[in-house]
Protein backbone atom coordinates (compact mmCIF):
# COMPACT_ATOMS: atom_id res chain seq x y z
CA UNK A 1 0.00 0.00 0.00
CA UNK A 2 2.68 2.48 1.05
CA UNK A 3 4.89 1.63 -2.35
CA UNK A 4 2.15 2.55 -4.20
CA UNK A 5 1.57 5.55 -2.41
CA UNK A 6 4.83 6.35 -3.03
CA UNK A 7 4.88 5.95 -6.93
CA UNK A 8 1.75 7.95 -7.11
CA UNK A 9 3.48 10.29 -6.11
CA UNK A 10 6.74 10.24 -7.39
CA UNK A 11 4.42 10.21 -10.55
CA UNK A 12 2.61 13.17 -9.81
CA UNK A 13 5.82 14.95 -9.43
CA UNK A 14 7.21 13.97 -12.73
CA UNK A 15 3.75 15.13 -14.17
CA UNK A 16 4.27 18.62 -12.45
CA UNK A 17 7.69 18.90 -12.92
CA UNK A 18 7.28 18.69 -16.98
CA UNK A 19 4.37 20.88 -17.15
CA UNK A 20 6.70 23.34 -15.26
CA UNK A 21 8.63 25.64 -18.30
CA UNK A 22 11.83 24.10 -18.81
CA UNK A 23 14.26 27.00 -18.48
CA UNK A 24 17.49 27.96 -20.64
CA UNK A 25 16.65 25.22 -23.16
CA UNK A 26 14.67 27.04 -26.92
CA UNK A 27 14.49 30.70 -25.21
CA UNK A 28 14.80 32.25 -28.61
CA UNK A 29 11.53 29.93 -29.93
CA UNK A 30 9.69 30.39 -26.53
CA UNK A 31 6.29 32.84 -27.61
CA UNK A 32 6.19 35.76 -25.39
CA UNK A 33 3.58 36.46 -23.04
CA UNK A 34 1.46 39.33 -24.13
CA UNK A 35 -1.35 40.64 -21.68
CA UNK A 36 -3.60 43.03 -24.42
CA UNK A 37 -6.82 44.68 -23.51
CA UNK A 38 -9.68 42.92 -24.65
CA UNK A 39 -10.47 45.00 -27.53
CA UNK A 40 -7.17 44.29 -29.12
CA UNK A 41 -7.91 40.00 -29.23
CA UNK A 42 -8.99 39.68 -32.84
CA UNK A 43 -5.92 42.00 -34.16
CA UNK A 44 -3.05 40.60 -31.85
CA UNK A 45 -4.06 37.52 -32.62
CA UNK A 46 -4.17 37.20 -36.61
CA UNK A 47 -1.14 40.00 -36.83
CA UNK A 48 1.03 37.24 -34.88
CA UNK A 49 -0.24 33.68 -34.35
CA UNK A 50 3.68 32.55 -33.10
CA UNK A 51 2.75 34.57 -29.21
CA UNK A 52 0.74 33.75 -26.40
CA UNK A 53 -2.05 36.28 -25.69
CA UNK A 54 -4.16 36.73 -22.43
CA UNK A 55 -6.73 39.36 -23.45
CA UNK A 56 -9.26 41.24 -20.69
CA UNK A 57 -10.21 44.34 -19.46
CA UNK A 58 -6.95 46.50 -18.90
CA UNK A 59 -7.72 46.91 -15.36
CA UNK A 60 -7.55 43.45 -14.45
CA UNK A 61 -4.69 42.82 -16.24
CA UNK A 62 -2.91 45.57 -14.78
CA UNK A 63 -4.26 44.03 -11.12
CA UNK A 64 -2.59 40.27 -12.00
CA UNK A 65 0.79 41.99 -13.39
CA UNK A 66 1.37 44.04 -10.26
CA UNK A 67 0.60 40.32 -8.21
CA UNK A 68 3.61 38.95 -10.34
CA UNK A 69 1.59 37.54 -13.38
CA UNK A 70 4.00 36.55 -15.80
CA UNK A 71 4.06 38.79 -18.54
CA UNK A 72 6.20 39.83 -21.27
CA UNK A 73 4.50 42.75 -22.57
CA UNK A 74 1.38 44.82 -21.71
CA UNK A 75 -1.06 46.45 -23.89
CA UNK A 76 -3.47 48.95 -22.01
CA UNK A 77 -6.77 50.32 -23.81
CA UNK A 78 -5.96 53.67 -21.19
CA UNK A 79 -2.70 55.14 -20.21
CA UNK A 80 -3.62 55.29 -16.70
CA UNK A 81 -3.54 50.87 -16.21
CA UNK A 82 0.22 51.41 -17.95
CA UNK A 83 0.98 54.63 -16.27
CA UNK A 84 0.23 53.51 -12.40
CA UNK A 85 2.66 50.44 -13.56
CA UNK A 86 5.22 52.59 -14.59
CA UNK A 87 5.05 54.35 -11.55
CA UNK A 88 5.28 51.18 -9.33
CA UNK A 89 8.32 50.50 -11.93
CA UNK A 90 6.54 47.45 -12.64
CA UNK A 91 6.94 48.22 -16.65
CA UNK A 92 9.39 49.71 -18.98
CA UNK A 93 8.20 53.48 -19.85
CA UNK A 94 4.95 52.89 -21.82
CA UNK A 95 3.91 54.22 -25.46
CA UNK A 96 1.17 55.58 -27.01
CA UNK A 97 0.51 52.84 -30.06
CA UNK A 98 -2.88 53.01 -31.47
CA UNK A 99 -6.41 54.66 -30.47
CA UNK A 100 -10.22 53.54 -31.12
CA UNK A 101 -13.61 55.51 -31.04
CA UNK A 102 -16.82 54.27 -29.13
CA UNK A 103 -20.28 53.59 -30.94
CA UNK A 104 -23.60 52.32 -29.37
CA UNK A 105 -24.15 49.16 -30.80
CA UNK A 106 -28.08 47.32 -30.74
CA UNK A 107 -29.20 44.08 -31.57
CA UNK A 108 -30.08 44.09 -35.53
CA UNK A 109 -33.79 43.08 -34.06
CA UNK A 110 -33.43 46.25 -32.31
CA UNK A 111 -36.05 45.42 -29.11
CA UNK A 112 -36.24 49.10 -27.75
CA UNK A 113 -35.97 50.52 -30.95
CA UNK A 114 -32.88 52.51 -30.48
CA UNK A 115 -31.79 54.58 -33.63
CA UNK A 116 -29.48 56.99 -31.54
CA UNK A 117 -27.93 57.69 -28.53
CA UNK A 118 -30.67 60.20 -27.21
CA UNK A 119 -33.35 57.12 -27.76
CA UNK A 120 -31.16 55.87 -24.50
CA UNK A 121 -33.00 58.55 -22.71
CA UNK A 122 -36.28 59.05 -24.19
CA UNK A 123 -36.74 54.83 -24.39
CA UNK A 124 -37.01 52.26 -21.46
CA UNK A 125 -33.92 50.44 -22.38
CA UNK A 126 -31.82 47.67 -21.05
CA UNK A 127 -28.32 49.35 -21.63
CA UNK A 128 -25.15 46.86 -20.78
CA UNK A 129 -21.95 48.96 -20.30
CA UNK A 130 -18.26 47.73 -18.68
CA UNK A 131 -17.41 48.55 -15.09
CA UNK A 132 -16.13 52.49 -13.77
CA UNK A 133 -13.05 50.85 -13.43
CA UNK A 134 -12.44 49.10 -17.05
CA UNK A 135 -10.92 51.60 -19.24
CA UNK A 136 -14.06 50.91 -22.01
CA UNK A 137 -16.34 52.02 -19.41
CA UNK A 138 -14.69 54.90 -18.18
CA UNK A 139 -14.99 56.10 -21.62
CA UNK A 140 -18.45 55.46 -22.06
CA UNK A 141 -18.91 57.64 -18.49
CA UNK A 142 -17.10 60.53 -20.90
CA UNK A 143 -19.39 60.02 -23.76
CA UNK A 144 -22.53 60.05 -21.72
CA UNK A 145 -21.41 63.16 -19.63
CA UNK A 146 -20.45 64.95 -22.73
CA UNK A 147 -23.71 64.50 -24.61
CA UNK A 148 -25.48 65.23 -21.62
CA UNK A 149 -26.93 61.74 -20.70
CA UNK A 150 -25.65 61.00 -17.43
CA UNK A 151 -29.35 59.89 -15.95
CA UNK A 152 -28.87 57.26 -18.71
CA UNK A 153 -26.45 55.28 -16.45
CA UNK A 154 -30.07 54.41 -14.12
CA UNK A 155 -30.96 52.50 -17.25
CA UNK A 156 -27.88 50.09 -16.95
CA UNK A 157 -28.78 46.39 -16.10
CA UNK A 158 -25.15 44.92 -16.33
CA UNK A 159 -21.38 46.24 -15.85
CA UNK A 160 -19.44 43.80 -17.55
CA UNK A 161 -15.38 42.90 -16.83
CA UNK A 162 -14.73 44.05 -20.29
CA UNK A 163 -15.54 45.13 -23.65
CA UNK A 164 -16.10 41.83 -25.38
CA UNK A 165 -18.76 40.78 -23.00
CA UNK A 166 -21.06 43.87 -23.39
CA UNK A 167 -20.69 43.30 -27.23
CA UNK A 168 -21.62 39.30 -25.97
CA UNK A 169 -24.56 40.19 -24.52
CA UNK A 170 -25.79 43.21 -27.37
CA UNK A 171 -24.76 40.29 -30.37
CA UNK A 172 -27.14 37.51 -27.87
CA UNK A 173 -30.05 39.63 -27.88
CA UNK A 174 -30.05 39.78 -23.68
CA UNK A 175 -29.22 43.14 -24.15
CA UNK A 176 -30.73 45.87 -25.90
CA UNK A 177 -27.95 48.44 -26.18
CA UNK A 178 -24.36 48.83 -25.42
CA UNK A 179 -21.10 51.03 -25.91
CA UNK A 180 -17.82 49.31 -27.02
CA UNK A 181 -14.97 50.32 -29.51
CA UNK A 182 -16.21 50.78 -33.05
CA UNK A 183 -13.37 47.96 -33.48
CA UNK A 184 -15.36 45.51 -31.38
CA UNK A 185 -18.70 45.98 -33.51
CA UNK A 186 -17.23 44.63 -36.57
CA UNK A 187 -16.42 40.90 -35.59
CA UNK A 188 -20.02 40.59 -34.85
CA UNK A 189 -21.64 42.84 -37.72
CA UNK A 190 -23.99 40.48 -38.74
CA UNK A 191 -26.11 40.59 -35.43
CA UNK A 192 -25.08 43.86 -34.53
CA UNK A 193 -26.44 47.84 -35.95
CA UNK A 194 -24.16 50.16 -34.88
CA UNK A 195 -25.34 53.67 -34.05
CA UNK A 196 -22.37 56.31 -34.31
CA UNK A 197 -21.67 58.84 -31.49
CA UNK A 198 -20.69 62.01 -32.61
CA UNK A 199 -16.95 63.47 -32.90
CA UNK A 200 -17.47 66.00 -30.42
CA UNK A 201 -18.60 63.77 -27.78
CA UNK A 202 -15.63 60.87 -28.34
CA UNK A 203 -13.49 60.94 -25.21
CA UNK A 204 -9.67 60.87 -26.23
CA UNK A 205 -9.06 57.23 -26.33
CA UNK A 206 -5.22 55.99 -25.94
CA UNK A 207 -3.74 52.47 -26.29
CA UNK A 208 -0.35 52.70 -24.22
CA UNK A 209 2.11 49.25 -24.86
CA UNK A 210 5.03 48.83 -22.37
CA UNK A 211 7.70 46.18 -21.66
CA UNK A 212 7.01 44.37 -18.08
CA UNK A 213 10.03 44.97 -16.04
CA UNK A 214 10.38 41.13 -14.46
CA UNK A 215 9.99 39.73 -18.49
CA UNK A 216 12.64 37.33 -18.79
CA UNK A 217 12.74 38.09 -22.38
CA UNK A 218 13.42 41.89 -22.25
CA UNK A 219 15.36 42.06 -25.80
CA UNK A 220 12.46 40.00 -27.39
CA UNK A 221 9.49 42.25 -25.80
CA UNK A 222 11.14 45.35 -27.07
CA UNK A 223 11.24 43.97 -30.47
CA UNK A 224 7.90 43.31 -30.49
CA UNK A 225 6.82 46.46 -28.87
CA UNK A 226 8.75 48.15 -31.99
CA UNK A 227 6.83 45.66 -34.19
CA UNK A 228 3.55 46.82 -33.17
CA UNK A 229 4.84 50.51 -33.73
CA UNK A 230 6.38 49.79 -36.74
CA UNK A 231 4.80 50.43 -40.53
CA UNK A 232 3.69 46.75 -40.85
CA UNK A 233 1.90 46.84 -36.92
CA UNK A 234 0.29 50.05 -37.82
CA UNK A 235 -1.31 48.86 -40.92
CA UNK A 236 -2.37 45.86 -39.16
CA UNK A 237 -4.26 48.04 -36.41
CA UNK A 238 -5.71 50.22 -39.32
CA UNK A 239 -6.46 48.02 -41.08
CA UNK A 240 -8.48 46.39 -37.72
CA UNK A 241 -10.33 49.50 -38.04
CA UNK A 242 -8.33 51.31 -35.01
CA UNK A 243 -7.32 54.89 -35.24
CA UNK A 244 -3.91 56.72 -36.09
CA UNK A 245 -1.71 57.59 -32.65
CA UNK A 246 -3.34 61.10 -32.27
CA UNK A 247 -0.96 63.63 -32.93
CA UNK A 248 -0.48 65.30 -29.66
CA UNK A 249 1.13 62.24 -28.13
CA UNK A 250 3.64 61.25 -30.76
CA UNK B 1 5.09 8.31 3.76
CA UNK B 2 1.57 8.35 4.41
CA UNK B 3 2.29 11.05 6.91
CA UNK B 4 4.22 13.16 4.51
CA UNK B 5 1.72 12.94 1.53
CA UNK B 6 -1.39 14.13 3.99
CA UNK B 7 0.95 16.52 5.35
CA UNK B 8 1.39 18.35 1.92
CA UNK B 9 -2.10 17.72 0.65
CA UNK B 10 -3.29 19.23 3.81
CA UNK B 11 -0.65 22.07 3.97
CA UNK B 12 -1.60 22.79 0.26
CA UNK B 13 -5.52 22.75 0.54
CA UNK B 14 -5.39 24.94 3.91
CA UNK B 15 -2.78 27.73 2.79
CA UNK B 16 -4.89 29.46 0.07
CA UNK B 17 -7.36 29.60 2.74
CA UNK B 18 -5.32 30.74 5.67
CA UNK B 19 -3.44 32.99 3.38
CA UNK B 20 -7.15 35.32 2.79
CA UNK B 21 -6.79 36.13 6.31
CA UNK B 22 -3.61 36.77 6.89
CA UNK B 23 -3.26 39.45 3.80
CA UNK B 24 -4.27 42.56 6.13
CA UNK B 25 -5.12 43.00 9.52
CA UNK B 26 -8.67 41.50 10.65
CA UNK B 27 -10.02 45.14 11.16
CA UNK B 28 -9.58 46.10 7.69
CA UNK B 29 -11.43 43.13 6.74
CA UNK B 30 -14.25 44.03 8.83
CA UNK B 31 -14.19 47.40 7.77
CA UNK B 32 -13.53 46.52 3.54
CA UNK B 33 -17.29 44.59 4.65
CA UNK B 34 -18.87 47.49 5.62
CA UNK B 35 -18.83 48.61 2.04
CA UNK B 36 -21.47 49.58 0.01
CA UNK B 37 -20.48 46.92 -2.17
CA UNK B 38 -19.72 43.97 -0.07
CA UNK B 39 -23.21 45.06 2.24
CA UNK B 40 -25.37 45.46 -1.41
CA UNK B 41 -23.70 41.70 -2.28
CA UNK B 42 -24.49 40.28 0.89
CA UNK B 43 -28.18 41.96 0.58
CA UNK B 44 -28.70 40.26 -3.26
CA UNK B 45 -27.09 36.25 -2.40
CA UNK B 46 -29.43 36.03 0.52
CA UNK B 47 -32.26 37.32 -1.64
CA UNK B 48 -31.65 34.91 -4.42
CA UNK B 49 -30.13 32.25 -2.79
CA UNK B 50 -33.61 32.03 -0.63
CA UNK B 51 -35.60 31.82 -3.15
CA UNK B 52 -33.69 29.15 -5.13
CA UNK B 53 -33.20 26.77 -1.55
CA UNK B 54 -37.78 27.25 -1.78
CA UNK B 55 -37.25 26.38 -5.12
CA UNK B 56 -34.93 23.37 -5.00
CA UNK B 57 -37.05 21.99 -1.57
CA UNK B 58 -40.18 22.35 -3.24
CA UNK B 59 -39.20 20.68 -6.53
CA UNK B 60 -36.82 18.39 -5.07
CA UNK B 61 -37.98 16.74 -2.48
CA UNK B 62 -40.84 15.02 -4.49
CA UNK B 63 -38.62 14.38 -7.53
CA UNK B 64 -36.05 12.27 -4.72
CA UNK B 65 -38.85 11.00 -3.56
CA UNK B 66 -39.71 9.19 -6.84
CA UNK B 67 -36.83 8.47 -7.78
CA UNK B 68 -35.97 6.72 -4.58
CA UNK B 69 -39.11 4.35 -5.26
CA UNK B 70 -37.60 3.37 -9.11
CA UNK B 71 -35.12 0.93 -10.24
CA UNK B 72 -33.80 0.23 -13.33
CA UNK B 73 -33.68 2.18 -17.12
CA UNK B 74 -36.34 5.03 -16.21
CA UNK B 75 -34.35 6.12 -12.76
CA UNK B 76 -30.73 6.09 -14.30
CA UNK B 77 -31.77 8.38 -17.13
CA UNK B 78 -33.23 10.54 -14.46
CA UNK B 79 -30.49 10.23 -12.29
CA UNK B 80 -28.30 11.30 -15.12
CA UNK B 81 -29.91 14.48 -16.41
CA UNK B 82 -30.10 15.20 -12.74
CA UNK B 83 -26.62 14.85 -11.91
CA UNK B 84 -25.33 16.27 -15.27
CA UNK B 85 -25.55 20.48 -13.98
CA UNK B 86 -23.25 18.99 -10.82
CA UNK B 87 -20.69 17.76 -13.46
CA UNK B 88 -20.57 20.36 -16.13
CA UNK B 89 -18.99 23.23 -16.55
CA UNK B 90 -20.85 26.73 -14.70
CA UNK B 91 -19.79 28.36 -18.31
CA UNK B 92 -21.83 25.59 -20.04
CA UNK B 93 -24.50 26.26 -17.23
CA UNK B 94 -24.63 29.54 -18.67
CA UNK B 95 -24.69 28.73 -21.97
CA UNK B 96 -27.44 26.63 -21.92
CA UNK B 97 -29.82 29.10 -19.55
CA UNK B 98 -28.99 31.89 -22.30
CA UNK B 99 -30.49 29.42 -25.23
CA UNK B 100 -33.30 28.50 -23.18
CA UNK B 101 -34.12 31.34 -20.71
CA UNK B 102 -32.19 34.50 -22.77
CA UNK B 103 -34.26 36.89 -24.79
CA UNK B 104 -33.81 35.11 -28.06
CA UNK B 105 -33.02 31.60 -26.49
CA UNK B 106 -35.52 29.03 -26.70
CA UNK B 107 -38.36 30.19 -24.20
CA UNK B 108 -37.45 33.57 -24.62
CA UNK B 109 -40.36 34.90 -26.38
CA UNK B 110 -42.91 33.08 -23.94
CA UNK B 111 -41.66 34.27 -20.85
CA UNK B 112 -41.72 37.77 -22.41
CA UNK B 113 -45.04 36.83 -23.75
CA UNK B 114 -46.05 36.09 -20.14
CA UNK B 115 -44.86 39.71 -18.77
CA UNK B 116 -41.63 37.76 -16.82
CA UNK B 117 -38.77 40.12 -17.01
CA UNK B 118 -35.91 37.38 -16.66
CA UNK B 119 -33.00 38.85 -18.40
CA UNK B 120 -30.37 41.03 -16.24
CA UNK B 121 -32.87 40.61 -13.02
CA UNK B 122 -33.18 38.52 -9.69
CA UNK B 123 -34.96 36.00 -11.68
CA UNK B 124 -32.15 35.38 -13.34
CA UNK B 125 -29.89 34.60 -10.97
CA UNK B 126 -32.33 32.78 -8.75
CA UNK B 127 -32.66 30.19 -12.12
CA UNK B 128 -28.78 30.34 -12.64
CA UNK B 129 -28.26 29.00 -8.85
CA UNK B 130 -31.10 26.79 -8.92
CA UNK B 131 -29.57 25.11 -11.93
CA UNK B 132 -26.58 24.36 -10.00
CA UNK B 133 -27.49 23.82 -6.85
CA UNK B 134 -30.10 21.47 -7.51
CA UNK B 135 -28.69 18.38 -8.02
CA UNK B 136 -26.37 19.03 -4.89
CA UNK B 137 -29.46 18.45 -3.24
CA UNK B 138 -31.92 15.70 -5.05
CA UNK B 139 -28.79 13.43 -4.90
CA UNK B 140 -28.53 13.52 -1.18
CA UNK B 141 -31.89 13.86 -0.70
CA UNK B 142 -32.50 10.25 -2.70
CA UNK B 143 -30.28 8.36 -0.31
CA UNK B 144 -31.95 9.78 2.54
CA UNK B 145 -34.83 8.20 1.60
CA UNK B 146 -33.54 5.29 0.16
CA UNK B 147 -32.05 5.01 3.74
CA UNK B 148 -34.96 4.30 5.23
CA UNK B 149 -35.88 0.95 6.44
CA UNK B 150 -38.57 -0.35 3.50
CA UNK B 151 -40.55 -1.96 6.11
CA UNK B 152 -41.43 0.98 7.64
CA UNK B 153 -43.84 3.09 5.29
CA UNK B 154 -44.84 -0.71 3.81
CA UNK B 155 -46.25 -0.94 7.48
CA UNK B 156 -47.86 2.77 7.58
CA UNK B 157 -49.61 1.26 4.43
CA UNK B 158 -50.77 -1.58 6.16
CA UNK B 159 -52.39 0.36 8.44
CA UNK B 160 -54.59 1.95 6.21
CA UNK B 161 -52.08 5.71 5.19
CA UNK B 162 -52.69 6.69 1.62
CA UNK B 163 -49.26 7.58 -0.21
CA UNK B 164 -49.58 11.18 0.57
CA UNK B 165 -49.48 10.72 4.58
CA UNK B 166 -46.92 7.89 3.92
CA UNK B 167 -44.93 10.25 2.42
CA UNK B 168 -45.37 13.31 5.30
CA UNK B 169 -45.23 10.93 8.50
CA UNK B 170 -43.17 8.44 7.78
CA UNK B 171 -40.84 9.14 4.91
CA UNK B 172 -40.19 12.78 5.65
CA UNK B 173 -39.19 12.97 9.29
CA UNK B 174 -37.27 9.49 8.81
CA UNK B 175 -34.92 11.09 6.21
CA UNK B 176 -34.78 14.80 7.50
CA UNK B 177 -30.80 14.17 8.34
CA UNK B 178 -30.03 13.19 5.24
CA UNK B 179 -32.60 16.21 3.33
CA UNK B 180 -31.04 18.96 5.96
CA UNK B 181 -27.23 17.60 4.82
CA UNK B 182 -27.94 17.63 0.89
CA UNK B 183 -29.73 21.38 1.56
CA UNK B 184 -26.87 22.36 3.18
CA UNK B 185 -25.07 21.10 0.53
CA UNK B 186 -26.61 23.27 -2.57
CA UNK B 187 -27.02 25.78 0.07
CA UNK B 188 -22.82 25.92 -0.10
CA UNK B 189 -22.95 25.27 -4.21
CA UNK B 190 -25.44 27.95 -4.62
CA UNK B 191 -23.35 30.56 -2.85
CA UNK B 192 -20.35 30.20 -4.87
CA UNK B 193 -22.56 30.37 -8.01
CA UNK B 194 -20.37 32.54 -10.37
CA UNK B 195 -20.24 31.20 -14.05
CA UNK B 196 -23.84 30.60 -14.70
CA UNK B 197 -24.42 33.91 -13.32
CA UNK B 198 -22.24 36.38 -14.72
CA UNK B 199 -22.95 35.17 -18.26
CA UNK B 200 -27.01 34.60 -17.90
CA UNK B 201 -27.60 37.70 -15.33
CA UNK B 202 -24.90 40.10 -15.75
CA UNK B 203 -23.46 41.84 -12.74
CA UNK B 204 -24.87 45.39 -10.99
CA UNK B 205 -24.29 46.52 -8.00
CA UNK B 206 -27.36 45.92 -5.41
CA UNK B 207 -29.38 43.93 -8.40
CA UNK B 208 -27.76 41.07 -9.67
CA UNK B 209 -24.23 41.41 -8.14
CA UNK B 210 -23.56 38.49 -5.86
CA UNK B 211 -20.67 37.99 -3.54
CA UNK B 212 -18.76 35.78 -5.99
CA UNK B 213 -19.52 38.27 -8.53
CA UNK B 214 -18.48 41.04 -6.40
CA UNK B 215 -15.13 39.27 -5.66
CA UNK B 216 -14.80 39.20 -9.19
CA UNK B 217 -15.25 43.25 -9.87
CA UNK B 218 -13.38 44.21 -6.63
CA UNK B 219 -10.67 42.15 -7.08
CA UNK B 220 -9.19 45.09 -9.47
CA UNK B 221 -10.91 48.37 -8.02
CA UNK B 222 -10.40 47.74 -3.98
CA UNK B 223 -8.61 44.86 -3.03
CA UNK B 224 -9.48 44.47 -0.10
CA UNK B 225 -12.99 44.91 -0.25
CA UNK B 226 -12.48 41.33 -3.17
CA UNK B 227 -10.78 39.34 0.43
CA UNK B 228 -13.11 40.45 3.12
CA UNK B 229 -15.85 38.82 1.12
CA UNK B 230 -14.33 35.67 0.56
CA UNK B 231 -13.44 35.77 4.04
CA UNK B 232 -16.47 35.81 4.81
CA UNK B 233 -17.81 33.20 2.08
CA UNK B 234 -14.34 30.57 3.65
CA UNK B 235 -16.51 31.38 7.38
CA UNK B 236 -19.96 30.57 5.71
CA UNK B 237 -18.89 27.73 3.89
CA UNK B 238 -17.37 26.50 7.02
CA UNK B 239 -20.08 26.96 9.02
CA UNK B 240 -21.96 24.97 6.22
CA UNK B 241 -19.94 21.71 5.97
CA UNK B 242 -19.44 21.61 9.81
CA UNK B 243 -23.28 21.51 9.76
CA UNK B 244 -23.47 18.87 7.50
CA UNK B 245 -21.43 16.36 9.57
CA UNK B 246 -23.00 17.86 12.60
CA UNK B 247 -26.38 16.50 11.00
CA UNK B 248 -25.41 13.34 9.10
CA UNK B 249 -23.86 12.29 12.57
CA UNK B 250 -26.59 13.23 14.33
CA UNK B 251 -29.55 11.39 12.68
CA UNK B 252 -27.32 8.27 11.50
CA UNK B 253 -25.00 7.41 13.73
CA UNK B 254 -22.68 6.96 10.84
CA UNK B 255 -19.60 9.10 10.27
CA UNK B 256 -18.89 11.54 7.41
CA UNK B 257 -21.38 11.91 4.25
CA UNK B 258 -19.51 12.09 1.28
CA UNK B 259 -21.21 13.13 -2.29
CA UNK B 260 -21.33 9.56 -3.64
CA UNK B 261 -23.86 7.20 -5.82
CA UNK B 262 -26.84 6.35 -3.52
CA UNK B 263 -26.18 2.66 -4.54
CA UNK B 264 -22.71 2.96 -3.20
CA UNK B 265 -22.91 3.54 -0.04
CA UNK B 266 -22.45 0.71 2.15
CA UNK B 267 -22.34 0.51 5.62
CA UNK B 268 -19.85 -2.34 6.79
Known amino acids: MRNRFAAVFAIALVAASSLAPSAGAHRQADPLTIYAAASLTEVFSSFDRAQRYNFAGSNALETQIRNGAPADVFASAAPLNTQRLFQARMVEKPVTFTSNRLVLIVPRSNPAGIHSVYDLKRKPVKLVIAGAAVPVGGYTRTVLRKMGLTSVLSKVVSQESDVKAVTGKVALGQADAGFVYATDARPVRTQVSVIRIPAWAQPRIRYEIAVVSRSSHKAAARAWVKKILSPRGQRALRNAGFLPIPKASR | ?268
Open chain 2, 1 to 268: MLVVTTGVALLFLVLPIVAVFLRVPLSDLLSALGSSAALDAIRVTAETIAFAMVLILVFGTPAAYWISSRRGAVRDVVVTLVELPLVLPPAVAGIGLLVAFGRAGLLGGTVDALGIDIAFTKVAVILAVTFVASPFFVRTAVAAFEAVDPTLPAAARTLGAGPGRVFFRVMLPLAKGGLGAGAALAFARGLGEFGATIMFAGSLQGVTQTLSLAIYEQFDVDFNVALAISALLIVVSAVVLLSVKLMTRWHSGSGSLILSAPSSRQRN
